[in-house]
């Protein structure tokens, strides 16, 4: 029999795998923030693509129309750009600035945990106690001061929201790897020559995945939450790029006289924001079944 | 290159031709808040080519801790202090003092030169990697395979081993095994690069009985395989028995007495050992002169305000004031081959003679 002919032949025990996917299907409305969070994403992908307007076109002769009224779906705004379309690309910006904060924080923070669980001692002592100090910094304010001092720009802002997002996971990770590096299988592979970097990432990282999915979820949301508030009091994505958080700024004064200009990206942020967490609750469910049936 | 560049240290450092492990005084102290304990004092002894010794004890004694020491396993420096000389013969012909080797050189030997099995199969692997990925990972940390050949490397270990459809279980994971397929699969994994020395931490204790006699089984036909030198360690004299060519039995951190097995059963000298052979139920005894077992009184001292003199003083039943509390007794050569710690031995032999 050829290697390759009998590695096709494998059948693939996939029954772990199957059955957190099911418990996560049985999640409803982590499914439906899923559901939603894909469409959210295609329609920010190609959407832009099939409007009519541009994001950035302005139309004086159309400003402040309401919604559902004309060619403008979703109304205009008091410079009469197409409030569907900016959006869109203010979706693209918010998504974007979530996955990439979420990314780095990941990285810094399960940097930071594998480090300090592994080697505990005084560089673990000092590691986890720096977390404990940056966990209690009000971040809102590191986040204007910082990005008022560098000059707010979408790779500034995606940095920013990264350090001063990494504490949670570097404590679950930091938590997790204390347990399993004394776990048989971790002295069993350094026993066969495995070198530090390799038990960590290699035998204990993979055993420490769930928690750290979960955490990634709800940092995404994290992520999305805090680029908006920072572009809402104006010191995180400048006009006339759109991101929903500036959007919602630009409507503080006609509050009462067009208030869709407040609710349409009010509610992009509410409903990305709530779906990730749902997400991340029906991950947390789906693997780890420890956590008990919901 | 010559065996090993001999600096300072004015002791021999070479091994003679059939030997493969040499300790020397190994002596291995934990940093506890309350103090240095020491879990391993001055014990030597060394280990030829093909031999089996099993080091056996109570919980606590000092057996596991010594053959993670020799491993350097234990906690780091700080926290653990290993002194002594461990000489290995590596698969190059060279010898090391493990003690002294850098931890780079030190990883390169573990697995290579000497490698392990432990006691508990149901955690010894990792629960999320395949078990082809994890045999095939243990080959490919000393040697340059590329994953296919690793991987068709792993298969044949894993039929060494008596894994029946070795390629279909590549792809298996841990907990779609039994514990005694699993233990094989420790077993495949420490032999997968060949050692000169297989340290077993009581390799069946967590097994049960019938399985237990395959996986003896199979250790000792790799061992008429390959050669290699064994420390099994076990609390199960029985095992013992049936594996091993020598015996070192430890109290306390010291070893107390060291034979080769027949003597140590026929005819042990310490109290202590006495002691243990008499704790074991023997088919061939029942309802003879002996009914009940009898068990050693007392337990292991602390190793914090060990007695003074002989450790096992307090719990021995030919205890004599003023001379086994006096000091710790020498390790006597009573006879060729068979080192005793006790004072008393002489008398002893004679009385039971």
């Known amino acids: ?146 990005s008022s001092l560098i000059g707010p720009a979408v790779g500034s802002i995606i ?94 004064s006609y509050l009462t006289s067009a208030p869709w200009l407040a609710i349409f990206p009010g509610a992009a942020i509410t409903l990305a924001v709530t779906s990730f967490n749902f997400i991340g609750d029906g991950l947390r469910d789906a693997l780890d079944p420890r956590m008990g049936g919901r | 290159m010559p065996d090993l560049p001999m600096p300072l240290d004015t002791r021999p450092a070479l091994l003679a031709e059939d030997e493969v492990l040499s300790v020397r005084d190994l002596s291995i102290a934990f940093h506890t808040p309350a103090g240095a304990l020491p879990a391993v004092r001055d014990v030597s002894f060394t280990l030829r080519r093909g031999e089996t010794l099993a080091l056996v004890g109570e919980s606590g004694s000092g057996k596991s801790v010594t053959s993670l020491g020799i491993l350097r396993l234990t906690p780091r420096a700080p926290f653990c202090r290993i002194t002594g000389q461990v000489l290995l013969r590596g698969h190059d012909g060279r010898v090391r003092d493990l003690v002294s080797l850098p931890e780079d050189e030190m990883r390169d030997v573990r697995g290579r030169d000497a490698a392990m099995v432990f006691q508990e199969p149901m955690t010894s692997l990792n629960p999320v990697h395949r078990v082809g990925d994890q045999v095939a990972e243990a080959i490919r940390f000393h040697e340059g395979l590329g994953r296919r050949a690793a991987l068709t490397k792993a298969a044949e270990l894993l039929e060494l081993v008596g894994i029946p459809d070795p390629r279909r279980r590549l792809s298996s994971y841990p907990h779609e095994m039994s514990g005694g397929m699993r233990q094989r699969v420790m077993i495949a994994m420490a032999l997968s690069c060949e050692p000169q020395l297989l340290i077993a931490d009581e390799p069946t204790t967590a097994l049960d009985v019938t399985i237990q006699a395959q996986i003896l089984d199979l250790l000792r036909r790799l061992q008429e395989r390959t050669r290699m030198a064994v420390i099994f360690i076990t609390h199960n004299l029985g095992v013992v028995a049936e594996i091993a060519d020598r015996v070192m039995v430890m109290y306390s951190g010291r070893v107390v007495e060291q034979a080769p097995v027949r003597p140590l059963f026929g005819a042990p000298l310490m109290p202590y050992t006495r002691g243990l052979l008499r704790s074991v139920p023997r088919l061939d005894m029942a309802g003879r002169e002996r009914e009940r077992l009898q068990a050693i009184p007392g337990a292991v001292p602390d190793p914090l305000a060990p007695p003074p003199g002989c450790s096992f003083a307090p719990r021995c039943g030919h205890f004599e004031p003023g001379l086994c509390d006096a000091a710790v007794p020498g390790l ?22």
């Open chain 1, 1 to 146: 029999m050829s290697t390759a002919a009998a590695d096709a032949a494998l059948p693939r025990p996939a029954r772990r795998r199957d059955s957190a996917l099911r418990r996560f299907m049985r999640h409803r409305l982590a499914v439906f923030g899923t559901v939603v969070i894909g469409l959210l994403a295609l329609a920010c992908a190609v959407g832009p693509y099939l409007l009519p307007f541009s994001d950035t076109e302005i139309d004086i002769m159309q400003r402040f129309a309401p919604p559902f009224s004309g060619a403008h779906l979703l109304g205009t705004d008091p410079l009469g750009r197409d409030i569907l379309a900016r959006i869109l690309m203010a979706g693209r910006i918010s998504l974007s600035v979530g996955f990439a904060a979420m990314a780095i924080s990941m990285v810094i923070g399960i940097a930071v945990g594998l480090v300090a669980g592994y080697y505990g001692g005084w560089l673990g002592t000092v590691l986890m106690r720096f977390v404990d100090a940056m966990l209690c910094f009000p971040s809102i304010f590191l986040l204007l001061a910082v």
């Open chain 1, 159 to 252: 940095l920013l929201i990264a350090v001063t997002s990494w504490m949670e996971v570097a404590r679950i990770v930091e938590a997790q790897i204390r347990a399993l590096k004394a776990r048989d299988f971790a002295v069993a592979a350094e026993a066969l020559g495995a070198s530090d970097a390799r038990v960590m990432t290699r035998e204990l990282l993979p055993n420490a995945i769930a928690p750290i999915v979960v955490a990634a979820t709800l940092n995404v949301a994290h992520a999305i939450l805090a680029e908006s508030y920072i572009s809402f009091l104006g010191y995180g994505i400048q006009p006339p790029t759109p991101s929903w958080g500036n959007m919602l700024d630009n409507a503080q």
């Open chain 2, 332 to 353: 006597d050569l009573a006879r060729p081959e068979h080192l005793v710690r006790c004072v008393r031995w002489p008398e002893l032999a004679r009385n039971a003679a």
